[in-house]
C-alpha cells in the first residue's frame, strides 16, 4: 500500500466511523442496521434488539430477522455498507462450512 492508497483507506473508514456514530435509530430496522454496522454479529444484535424490547409480530427477533433486514434494499448509505459486510461474511461462512 503506498501513501496515497493509505490517505484513501483512512478517509473511507473515517465516513463509515462518522455515519455510524451519527446514525439515527427510529425502528427496530435501523437499529438492526447500526447494531450491524458496530458487531458484525446477527446473533448477539437479535439477542441486543430482544433487550431493547423489540418485537416480531408479538415474537421476539431472531437471527434470521436480522439477516432480512440486511437484505431488504438498502435504504441509506450506512445500510448499503451493512449489507455489504453482511454479504462478506455470508461467503466466508460458506465457503468455511459450505
Do not use: C
Not at 465516513?15 to 446473533?43: C, D, F, P
Amino acid at each position: 500500500m503506498n501513501i496515497e492508497q493509505a490517505r484513501k483507506e483512512i478517509e473511507r473508514l473515517g465516513r463509515y466511523i462518522w455515519l455510524v456514530e451519527n446514525y439515527e435509530v427510529n425502528s427496530m430496522e435501523t437499529a438492526a442496521i447500526k447494531l450491524y454496522a458496530e458487531n458484525q454479529n446477527v446473533s448477539k444484535i437479535a439477542a441486543e434488539l430482544n433487550d431493547l424490547g423489540y418485537k416480531v409480530g408479538g415474537r421476539k427477533v431472531a437471527s434470521s430477522d436480522v439477516s432480512a433486514i440486511l437484505q431488504e434494499k438498502p435504504k441509506d448509505e450506512l445500510h448499503e455498507i451493512a449489507q455489504k459486510l453482511f454479504k462478506v461474511s455470508k461467503k466466508k461462512m460458506t465457503r468455511a462450512f459450505g
